[in-house]
């Protein structure tokens, strides 16, 4: 059995107890992929009628399952889906054992469950390369399928775990002008986590009734502000897969224009995408990067981007070394426009650097007291427009190296 990580010393000090969402159902199983005797396979049973949106990796070495979710997504049922996860082996790179072993499991849930094969999404997380023996997981079905339970989503959220210290879960109830809709979640991902999605599996269930399309326009909108605005250690995982599933048990329509969904379903994923950032791998701080003034939000995020996963500032924030020369660099290497003596650096409230020089209010002492804080804030004025974005991220420390040096073994 793998040795439990310690867990991250930014992490909730609970799993959230969370309700359950009408017409989901959930239950999990060892099936000994990589270790024995851990949770590693995860099934979600959702009712007839549900709409299924999605988004995923634009990773060009994609796995299997992402592929074959992508070419499902948007197509019209009223059947019942479901949702089959593993963790321990990312069927990535696998060739065409990778695809007969997606359409293996699919066909069986598919068979068991008796609904559509193209109504069953699969995920897999965890070593790449390496073929997933299909029957490791279709042989757990019988049992899995005994264990459905509308509270498990806990349990859930354990199973889909790879190098994540936690399990990483949240929910909202959202007032519509009809009632109230709940909204839950639960994500993995702690490394090789970087916009474009990340390392990360996300999975979504609401009550409500959503068209499918106004479906995947809230969730890609909603995406681009959450989960792809996060880094860990800038790489972009084979796997990366975000599903939203609205069962229509509640019978309140919503909207692509509705805006307490739209809030709802943004507090919920930044969440869960925050969540991530605090488990990266050896992290011990976490951190807002944001940037205002800049030519426009593309350029905003592309300096808050270069700036987060910048090793130099990274590990300097690991130290609590309030090197703001590293910031200046990051900004000048994003290619994006920036004017240097138009810059202002902040740390938190302290103005560190304004009109190309360091700041004349500036104490080097408080800038080091303040790098000591577990959760930083860097604010930059590029001073040139009205572009402004913000990410987040974490430190780099030696604990990542070691975790993934060791991650094989």
């Known amino acids: 059995m793998a040795t439990q990580l310690e867990k991250s010393p930014l992490a909730p000090s609970c799993f959230p107890s969370i309700p359950p969402i009408g017409g989901v159902r959930f239950a999990v199983a060892s099936a000994a992929i990589k270790y024995v005797g851990r949770t590693d396979v995860m099934l979600a049973e959702l009712s007839p009628g549900t709409t299924v949106a999605g988004v995923f990796t634009k990773s060009a070495t994609r796995a299997a399952s992402v592929l074959d979710c992508q070419d499902k997504i948007g197509q019209k049922f009223t059947q019942g889906a479901a949702i089959i996860v593993n963790s321990g082996n990312a069927n990535a790179f696998t060739g065409k054992h990778g695809n007969l072993a997606v359409d293996s499991i699919t066909t069986a849930v598919s068979n068991h469950l008796s609904?559509?094969?193209?109504?069953?999404?699969?995920?897999?997380?965890?070593?790449?390369?390496?073929?997933?023996?299909?029957?490791?997981?279709?042989?757990?079905?019988?049992?899995?399928?005994?264990?459905?339970?509308?509270?498990?989503?806990?349990?859930?959220?354990?199973?889909?775990?790879?190098?994540?210290?936690?399990?990483?879960?949240?929910?909202?109830?959202?007032?519509?002008?009809?009632?109230?809709?709940?909204?839950?979640?639960?994500?993995?991902?702690?490394?090789?986590?970087?916009?474009?999605?990340?390392?990360?599996?996300?999975?979504?269930?609401?009550?409500?009734?959503?068209?499918?399309s106004?479906?995947?326009?809230?969730?890609?909108?909603?995406?681009?502000?959450?989960?792809?605005?996060?880094?860990?250690?800038?790489?972009?995982?084979?796997?990366?897969?975000?599903?939203?599933?609205?069962?229509?048990?509640?019978?309140i329509h919503v909207d692509a224009e509705n805006s307490a969904f739209r809030q709802g379903l943004r507090q919920v994923m930044l969440d869960l995408a925050h969540q991530i950032v605090r488990d990266g791998e050896g992290a011990s701080k976490f951190i807002e990067i944001s940037i205002q003034g800049a030519n426009d939000d593309t350029d905003a995020k592309t300096?808050?981007?270069?700036?987060?996963?910048?090793?130099?500032?990274?590990?300097?924030?690991?130290?609590?070394?309030?090197?703001?020369g590293r910031i200046v660099m990051a900004i000048g290497k994003s290619g994006a426009a920036a004017e240097r003596d138009q810059l202002k650096i902040w740390?938190?409230?302290?103005?560190?650097?304004?009109?190309?020089?360091?700041?004349?209010?500036?104490?080097?002492?408080?800038?080091?007291?303040?790098?000591?804080?577990?959760?930083?804030?860097?604010?930059?004025?590029?001073?040139?427009?009205?572009?402004?974005?913000?990410?987040?991220?974490?430190?780099?420390?030696?604990?990542?190296?070691?975790?993934?040096?060791?991650?094989?073994?």
């Open 115 to 212: 609904i559509p094969k193209n109504r069953v999404f699969s995920s897999s997380t965890g070593v790449i390369g390496e073929p997933l023996k299909p029957e490791k997981i279709t042989d757990c079905l019988d049992s899995l399928i005994a264990k459905l339970d509308t509270s498990g989503i806990a349990k859930a959220a354990q199973a889909i775990m790879t190098t994540d210290t936690y399990p990483k879960g949240a929910y909202s109830t959202i007032k519509t002008e009809d009632g109230h809709v709940m909204l839950a979640g639960i994500a993995k991902g702690s490394g090789m986590i970087s916009p474009d999605m990340a390392t990360m599996l996300v999975y979504l269930f609401t009550d409500a009734q959503i068209e499918q």
């Open 214 to 251: 106004a479906l995947q326009d809230l969730l890609t909108e909603v995406n681009a502000t959450t989960f792809n605005a996060i880094t860990v250690d800038s790489d972009t995982s084979t796997s990366d897969t975000v599903l939203l599933s609205a069962t229509g048990t509640s019978k």
């Open 303 to 324: 300096h808050a981007m270069a700036i987060a996963n910048s090793p130099l500032v990274k590990t300097a924030i690991a130290g609590s070394d309030p090197n703001w």
């Open 347 to 409: 740390f938190g409230e302290i103005l560190v650097a304004s009109d190309g020089w360091v700041a004349p209010t500036y104490c080097e002492e408080d800038g080091a007291e303040y790098m000591k804080r577990s959760e930083i804030k860097i604010m930059v004025d590029m001073g040139i427009g009205t572009g402004r974005s913000t990410v987040w991220t974490c430190d780099l420390t030696h604990q990542y190296i070691s975790i993934n040096a060791d991650y094989r073994s």
